[in-house]
């Protein structure tokens, strides 16, 4: 203490300060120039998004603004959308941020440059409360681990038993004929009377789709088609409500508030756990029984044979849930969307489903696989709304993109360590320029229908580029549980069109015909989607 009590005698507070001052100065000019050399090195700069206030702020605030009323759609695209390539680059909070939805930069991030692009420390930081170490968060070894893991759990052997989807049915159709989640799995109901009753069907496919995945995964479902106020789903909706807006808040991010995050949270690992201390008290023997039994097995069960770690039974958890419930059930939400507006579609689709299954048989793995229109019309929707609309991907070293520098953005784009790059599917699929007017088929020359239509008559005489269409991602991490979704998803609309032949939309009275994409890392419609069912007529 006396060296630095002699000191401060003859140095003042003030000189400190300016030469913490100059100090801090020096630093910065020190890492502006280094960065613009290294720049310099790998190539000519890109389109610049210009910023209107000081550290790019205002970049920062018209994300979040966007996330909250449900426009990131609308502001990616204003962002990049004057760029050559659909790709640009700004600055916030003094770091450098890249925004692509052009195919080849996409490809670049996801498979040829693979050991390039990752998720990075700053995403593992941002998203570690919420999903831990799982597969969503992770790079390189512990990626790795999660995804051999997880991988076996979604074989075709695993998911052609359709069991788990068809059990929670007949709840599902009482619940339409209610209009509406049950009171209790007794409530009594006229199943008649939900001809042609609006409704939002919305809202009770994210509540099968719950009761589905947590059946799989967990062994017991949380039952909330019959329970109005499910605590769980409320705070899993929540924490991915928050998430969001800490995701788009850049390095602003620890000063978001997350109060209701931690507390939605901390509902959703109280239940997780109560399932995990479940398969923790069964001995490797029993465990190894209750895996070579269809009847009894759960995704939890097959994971606690591999590891007693509860944490990594958690995080895996977590995120195959949130990747199971959500995206199946936006997609057929959107699906539903589609169909009330396009009736043509709906007598099509209903017209196949029939030649194929008939009107009652239960159909079968081979069956949902044969069935082509059916799976247009998924693949239409997964076209115009993809799952996983926006992502990330950070720079592991310094290194280019393909795409996107120069005046005309023909040329490489540097990429500097550590920087993010955010890239759009959603965007990217709906690029007028990548599609052709017309194609070329046996009888002739057929026009297409504009990019921006619902048509799943395009997939019979139009197939997309590669790296154009990639609703489930691509190259090493393409999404494991890709055929499950797809499977559950032409389930549930073989046996809805086995029974109902007519879908009627009432959101042109809500959104004017142009649904909200609400984009809390899974799209979803923001208005839900308000439609009426017609049964077939009895004979």
């Keep these: 203490m006396g060296l630095i009590e002699t000191t401060l005698d003859y140095v003042s507070i003030s000189s400190i300060l ?41 970049v920062i605030h018209k994300q979040v603004k966007a996330t909250k009323s449900h426009k990131n759609y609308e502001t990616f695209l204003e962002l990049v959308g ?20 052009d195919p080849e930069n996409i490809k670049a991030l996801l498979a040829t440059q693979f050991a390039d692009f990752g998720k990075g420390e700053q995403f593992h930081k941002e998203w570690n409360e919420f999903l831990g170490d799982s597969i969503f968060a992770t790079d390189g070894h512990l990626w790795h681990a999660s995804r051999q893991l997880l991988r076996p759990q979604f074989s075709r052997e695993r998911i052609s038993h359709l069991h788990c989807f068809e059990s929670h049915l007949e709840t599902f159709f009482k619940a339409i004929a209610n209009g509406g989640v049950l009171d209790g799995q007794e409530q009594t109901v006229d199943i008649e009377a939900g001809n042609g009753k609006p409704f939002d069907i919305s809202e009770l496919l994210f509540r099968y789709t719950l009761d589905v ?23 899993f909706n929540e924490v991915q409500r928050v998430q969001n807006i800490i995701a788009r808040s850049g390095p602003l991010y620890p000063f978001v508030s997350k109060k209701t995050f931690r507390e939605g949270l901390k509902v959703v690992n109280e239940f997780c756990n109560i399932y995990i201390d479940r398969a923790l008290r069964l001995s490797p ?58 009736p043509e579609v ?38 115009l709304y993809p799952a996983v609309p926006f992502n990330v991907r950070t720079a592991l070293r310094d290194t280019t993109l393909p795409r996107g520098g120069g005046p005309d953005g023909t040329l490489p784009l540097p990429v500097l360590k550590d920087t993010a790059v955010g890239y759009s ?38 197939q997309p580029k590669p790296w154009q269409y990639i609703p489930f991602n691509g190259g090493p991490r393409i999404c494991i549980g890709q055929q499950f979704a797809l499977t559950e998803m032409a389930y549930v609309l073989t046996r809805m069109f086995q029974k109902f032949e007519r879908v009627e939309s009432f959101m042109h009275e809500i959104d004017g015909g142009h649904p909200k994409l609400k984009a809390e890392i899974v799209i979803q419609p923001g208005d839900g989607v308000k439609v009426a069912l017609w049964e077939v007529k009895k004979n």
């Design 82 to 101: 004057d760029s050559p390539d659909y790709t640009a680059e700004t600055r916030v909070i003094g770091r450098r941020v890249v925004m692509t939805a």
């Design 425 to 462: 599917t959603l965007v990217m699929q709906r690029r007028a320029d990548l599609y052709p007017t017309t194609t070329t088929t046996a009888s002739g020359s057929e026009k297409l229908a504009d990019p921006a239509v619902f048509s799943p008559e395009r997939w019979f005489a139009w």
């Design 346 to 383: 709906v007598r099509r689709m209903r017209r196949e489903i029939l030649d194929q299954v008939g009107p009652h048989r239960t159909p079968e793995y081979s069956d949902l696989k044969s069935m082509k229109y059916v799976q247009n019309v998924l693949n239409e929707t997964l076209r």
């Design 213 to 235: 995945a947590t059946d799989f995964l967990l062994g017991m479902d949380v039952q909330s088609l019959t329970t109005p106020r499910q605590p769980f789903a409320d705070a």
């Design 18 to 58: 300016i030469f913490l001052s100059i100090a801090f100065i020096a630093r910065m000019t020190y890492l502006i120039i280094d960065e613009k050399t290294r720049l310099r090195r790998l190539g000519p700069r890109g389109y610049k998004v210009k910023s209107k206030v000081p550290l790019g702020l205002d």
């Design 285 to 342: 023997e029993e465990l190894a029984t209750k895996t070579k039994s269809d009847q009894d097995y759960t995704f939890l069960h097959e994971l606690a044979s591999f590891t007693r770690d509860r944490k990594v039974l958690r995080d895996q958890i977590l995120a195959v849930l949130l990747a199971g419930r959500d995206t199946t059930a936006a997609t057929l939400s959107f699906t539903f969307y589609e169909l009330g507006r396009h």
